[in-house]
């Protein structure tokens, strides 16, 4: 099993940043491309950015790209843990959600939220105007 905790969100105001972590335990070998999403109540879970295990594949949402960035680090000699990394500028309050951790047992990057195996718990982001 896989297990993954997000962590770094807050209140900011309009045009500060913040940096997200998604630390991923467990059967973390397994975890190939991983990604994160975005939900408001009422709204559908949306696709934010997302990368292949070693870089060589990223993806981000047009409402956000040039604004963030997705990265990712391996514990060394232990592959049971790794970290996601979101970095957040220039946030706007439209990009006020609960931001999600995923991870699936694929190399391919999907900004369908459904092709994803293993959930985070989310944290918050606000922005405040």
């Known amino acids: 099993q896989v297990q993954l905790v997000e962590s770094g969100g807050g209140l900011v105001q309009a045009g500060g940043s913040l940096r997200l972590s998604c630390a991923a335990s467990?059967?973390?070998?397994?975890?190939?491309?991983m990604g994160w999403f975005r939900q408001v109540p009422g709204k559908e879970r949306e696709f934010v950015a997302a990368m292949a295990r070693f870089g060589s594949v990223t993806k981000y949402a047009d409402s956000m790209k040039g604004r963030i960035a997705i990265s990712r680090e391996n514990a060394p000699r232990d592959n049971t843990k790794s970290t996601l990394f979101l970095q957040m500028n220039i946030l706007k309050p439209e990009d006020t959600a609960v931001y999600y951790c995923a991870a699936r047992t694929s190399n391919t990057v999907e900004v369908n939220p459904s092709m994803y195996d293993f959930w985070g718990q989310g944290t918050q982001v606000t922005v405040s105007s």
């Open positions: 467990g059967r973390a070998f397994s975890i190939l491309a």
